[in-house]
């Protein structure tokens, strides 16, 4: 079950990327929380279920053109998916870029994304959050 955990991982972003949002959001459970460890001053550090997913992701969208998160590693860890993300974007009307790398963790269960904490600085922060070590 692991390798497809990876591979609905690696499709979500795929999706969120093109711009899919139907498709991105169609690999977590209607229940889905999100924590944000990063997240900006006007948002929220956890979010719940599709709906406020869809509506957090439109502010990022509306504030920033061409946002994406390159995976330049992904890690199967059982029940859990750990990537190290590059966040990229360029803010719409201030011009502000975003070049980040972070390591995001995805929980799933029968094949969808149940949680997701997005922001951790380090891989061994983010092993840690789901129980395992480097």
Sequence with gaps: MSRENVEIVKAMNAALNAGDLDGA????????????????????????????????????LEAFNELRADLEEV?????????????????????????????????????TITRAVLGNKSKAEALESVGLSE
Excluded: Y
Excluded at 34 to 58: E, S
């Design 25 to 60: 959001f169609r690999s977590f459970a209607p229940d889905a929380e999100v924590r944000d460890l990063a997240n900006g001053p006007d948002q929220p550090t956890v979010i719940r279920g599709i709906d406020q997913m869809k509506h957090v992701w439109a502010l990022w």
């Design 75 to 111: 890690l199967d860890a059982g029940n859990a998916v750990v990537c190290k993300a590059h966040w990229i974007g360029r803010g719409t009307t201030s011009g502000m870029s975003i070049d980040v790398r972070q390591f995001d963790v995805f929980e799933l269960h029968q094949g």
